[in-house]
């Protein structure tokens, strides 16, 4: 090959690499579930920057009741409730430049509507944050679960 075919590629290469970077915010898994059926949540935090993140604060949506919490010696967590509901949750754990973490919850989905809207507020040792709460392709996304239509043994 060319220099100038190797450049392309290396430039191509390049592009897909930003874009995928791009892309690399605070999710929920799964993207779809059945609604009023019971989920296992996974909250994926990545730290894209050069500062590391200290905690990530989960905003349970109206509709959404967590169940429970999976337990973990690698992090803590705090429940922030509203009477006897549960309407948030913080996890702090370093999470170091260039690597994720996950954390894990059981719920029950909303009966009715078609998606939940999770928004989180990432947290960084120097104080600063980033809230992930616009919609769908702005620059800093709630991440989204689509409610699918609940089966007989959702229940």
Known sequence: MSSKTNFAWLSVL?????????????????????????????????????IPTASLELQVPEGVTVVSMAASNDYSYELKRTGARITGIVWSR???????????????????????AWKAVQRFSDGSAVEWVEPAGGSHPASITKLTAASAHDH
């Open 94 to 116: 370093p999470i170091k430049p260039g690597e994720f973490a996950e954390f894990a919850f059981m719920a029950r989905n909303p009966k009715e509507g078609a998606q939940i």
């Open 14 to 50: 390049t592009l897909c690499f930003a874009a995928t970077a791009a892309l690399a915010h605070v999710t929920v898994w799964p993207r779809e579930s059945p609604a009023g059926g019971y989920e296992k949540y996974i909250v994926r935090v990545p730290t894209e920057g050069k």
